[in-house]
C-alpha cells in the first residue's frame, strides 16, 4: 500500500540513506502547500535544507575524503551553501570531519 505514496521513492531513499537528487527534491517540492514553502533566513525552504543535510550525510558514507567542490557537484547546491551546511553539520558534531 505504502508504494502507492505519491512520494515513496523520495521516502524510500531517504529511509536507505541514498543521495537525492535537485530534481526529485523539486518534484517533492511542487507537492507541499504554500505554507510549507516558506523561505528560511538563508533562502532556503525546510525542505531544501533539511535534503542538503541528508545528501551530505549520504555522500559522508560513501567518501572518506571529499573536496568541497566536488561534494557541492554531487549535492547539486553552490559550494558557499555546501560549505556553510558541512560546518554547521561538524560544529553541531551530526558530521564527523574537518575543512581546510
Not at 24 to 45: I, N, R, S
Amino acid at each position: 500500500r505504502i508504494s502507492t505514496v505519491s512520494n515513496y521513492e523520495i521516502l524510500k531513499k531517504v529511509y536507505l540513506e541514498r543521495i537525492i537528487k535537485a530534481h526529485e527534491v523539486k518534484q517533492w517540492e511542487a507537492t507541499l502547500q504554500d505554507h510549507q514553502k516558506a523561505l528560511m533566513p538563508d533562502g532556503q525552504t525546510v525542505l531544501q535544507r533539511a535534503m542538503l543535510q541528508h545528501n551530505v550525510l549520504a555522500v559522508s558514507r560513501i567518501y572518506k575524503n571529499i573536496r568541497i567542490e566536488d561534494l557541492s557537484n554531487v549535492v547539486e547546491v553552490p559550494i558557499k551553501q555546501t560549505e556553510h551546511a558541512a560546518a554547521a553539520m561538524i560544529s553541531e558534531k551530526r558530521l564527523a570531519g574537518t575543512i581546510d
